[in-house]
């Protein structure tokens, strides 16, 4: 795991989720904290999937920091690019689910957005020796919304470059997250120039492009080599080289939707990993990724939490023999 395939850039924290399903913020008597954020949730899923993953963020000098970067050795991420904040904390961010176990990102209690650690990620401490093995970047937006962790995103994309690593953006939009929502739109469509693969919502890319065809929004990119639009349990659009389509998604039982879509990332990353170019040149490859993508992510919304629920590699390939 020394030399890591794909790097995994942003935000680590505690997902304190509502223990009283369909309640609103301030009828929830209980919450259950369960390690997350979207960077974190793809490299350890990666890791389950068999492909060496790294994570890069920051995170405090206190006890959930702790916790968090004690559970990503445990599982076997590469940690060498984490930085730690000596006052700023470990992020935890309150989330009610309805009684669908559908999640909803409510706030970060009596905290402000801008006091936690992940904003505090500086780009001159970033490893660049992470970098010259790799193959892939994945980056989200949340981290645009604050002037350090934005430098260092931006720098991440430059040394990418440098070194020939694709870089992957899961837009991840958080309203929450952001301390000015005006500058959101912009900044996210301009790192969104910069990527080689986009993964959105079928929200976001109404948001964004007011279309969820991955092919018209790929004609907005002319570097782009892949789109894929997730649309929850119905599946997802894709558009990866010329071939194009929709793969419906698995029906499961549903506990809790959270890091679903992450875990679609690093089913579909480690799938680029085992066929490469194959996905953006045959019809097949690209559709039986999506399929594997789609099935990685239903089995994480079969349990609680974002890490805690993921699939093993052996795990998934059960689930598509038997379904």
Sequence with gaps: MNNPQILCMGEILFDCLANQLGKEL??????????????????????????????????????????????????????????????????????????????????????????????????????????????????????????????????????????????????????????NLEQAKPLILQILKEADLIKCSQEEANWLWSTEDPRNIAQTFPKIKGILVTLAEKGCHYYLGKNQGTVEGFSVEVVDTTGAGDSFVAGFLAQCCLYQDKIFNKADIAKQAIIYSNAVGALTTTKLGAIAAQPTQEEVETFLKNN
């Design 26 to 179: 301030e009828e929830v008597t209980s919450w259950t904290a369960y390690p997350g954020g979207a960077p974190a949730n793809v490299a350890c899923a990666l890791i389950k999937l068999g492909v060496a993953a790294a994570f890069i963020g920051c995170i405090g000098e206190d006890k959930p920091g702790d916790e968090l970067v004690d559970l990503l050795e445990t599982i076997g991420v590469n940690i060498t690019g984490i930085q730690r904040h000596p006052t700023a904390i470990t992020r935890q961010v309150y989330v009610t689910r309805s009684l669908t176990g559908e999640r909803n990102f409510a706030g970060f209690g009596d905290i402000n957005t801008e006091e936690f650690a992940d904003t505090q990620l500086e780009a001159k401490q970033l490893k660049e020796s992470l970098f010259t093995h790799a193959n892939y970047l994945v980056i989200g937006t949340l981290e645009l919304a604050y002037s350090n962790s934005k430098e260092a995103i931006f720098q991440a994309i430059d040394l990418a470059k440098k070194h020939q690593l694709k870089i992957f953006v899961d837009i991840n939009w958080r309203p929450v997250f952001w301390p």
